[in-house]
């Protein structure tokens, strides 16, 4: 079966173990490391079409599980595909809906097919497996679809993560077998939970696929930090360099500092929108907590050094206004912010990357936040 992938991957220029890239797809390029926002119900929080395109986001995220389930994919395919449907024409990457399964807990049970749990919108008994996510995936029409695997919990003993690796491993091969001859790029996704042996057993069995990218799951799922940079140590620098690398489900902007700087070139995370809707700001400095009372006199904007639509137009005090008040307005205004403030970072990281001089930017970085630079393995 001959496969054409409409996805490209250029490696411009690296800096340590960091990397400056480019996918390229019919619908658009993204330039990397990137931060893709989420958009669950197939819209970012918040967010119009034009105001993710003005934030710079070049790609965004999908949830599989939760579009399949609500409005369902017959509903999506009646105005094309997702794209359409949302009506935000750049590249899509849909999760295959293994993570959203791993978090219904005692509402699932897992077989060598696939799962079985009870919908979270009624109750309903629902069966997904690999060929089923694979399915919905090219229903939605994403760009990068990623294969159906299963979440290693934390913590996990080394017989339990070890098993589930193995399951994960049996999905990844009925996902490519699935996946067919789209040609959306398909990612495969290293499991093997806080075990460094069974993390390199799952990238070698990936490896063996021929995956377009491979992801790291398994991470920011309750484990300590510093768990997660003892993965990320090994880990990025042992997957093909010829294919971009996707950190899923991270994180602060600290993180992805850390994933970049360790050779990772895709992050998404709801952290930004989320914390914006609960007044939770991104700034240079840190984090800027708006509902704080003294905020209420302050006129100054909420970061000088941004760019985003808030930043010059509007003060601390008016967004600590509409926060005290409940208006959706605020969280829209916050919204636009946090995703900018993400953007701004990553276009820096790229900057850095390409000048080579990633290690100055690290520690201003730090700097501004009064924390030492963590030292990099």
Request: proline residues 6%; hydrophobic residues 35%; glycine residues 10%.
């Amino acid at each position: 079966m001959t496969r054409t992938c409409r996805m490209s991957f250029e490696l411009l220029a690296t800096d340590g173990k960091a990397r400056r890239g480019r996918l390229t797809f019919p619908r658009g390029v993204v330039e990397t490391p990137a931060f893709m926002p989420v958009g669950t119900y197939g819209t970012v929080k918040g967010m119009l079409p034009r105001d993710i395109e003005a934030i710079g986001a070049q790609i965004i995220l999908g949830n599989t599980f939760h579009l399949w389930l609500r409005p369902g994919t017959e509903v999506i395919k009646r105005h094309g595909d997702l794209h359409d449907f949302m009506q935000w024409q750049g590249p899509i990457l849909t999760d295959s809906g293994g993570f959203q399964v791993f978090s219904l807990g005692a509402m699932r049970k897992i077989k060598e097919e696939g799962v079985t749990f009870a919908s979270p919108v009624d109750g309903s008994k629902v069966f997904m497996g690999p060929e089923e996510s694979m399915q919905v995936q090219r229903d939605l029409g994403s760009d990068i679809v990623m294969i159906f695997d299963e979440c290693t919990p934390y913590p996990a003993e080394f017989d339990v993560a070890k098993t589930s690796m193995e399951l994960s491993l049996r999905w990844a091969k009925r996902s490519k077998l699935a996946h067919g001859d789209s040609s959306a790029a398909l990612f495969g996704i290293v499991q093997g939970g806080m075990h460094e042996s069974l993390r390199m057993r799952s990238l070698e069995g990936l490896s063996e696929l021929e995956f377009d990218g491979l992801a790291i799951g398994g991470l920011s799922v309750g484990e300590p930090k510093e768990e997660m940079i003892k993965v990320l140590d090994y880990l990025p620098g042992q997957m093909p360099s010829d294919k971009p690398r996707y950190l899923m489900g991270v994180g602060k902007p600290e993180d992805l500092v850390e994933g970049v700087r360790r050779g990772v070139d895709m992050f998404d995370c709801v952290m930004p929108t989320r914390n914006a809707r609960n007044g939770h700001l991104f700034v240079d400095t840190g984090v800027l907590k708006i509902r704080n009372a003294f905020h209420r006199h302050d006129d100054s904007p909420l970061d000088p050094t941004c760019d985003c639509y808030t930043c010059k137009h509007f003060s601390r005090a008016y967004l600590h206004h509409l926060d005290k008040c409940g208006e959706m307005l605020g969280s829209m205004l916050n919204t636009i912010h946090n995703l900018r403030h993400y953007q701004r970072l990553m276009a820096g990281l790229r900057e850095a990357i390409q000048q080579g001089t990633l290690a100055a930017f690290v520690d201003a970085f730090y700097a501004r936040r009064g924390l030492p630079t963590p030292p990099l393995d």
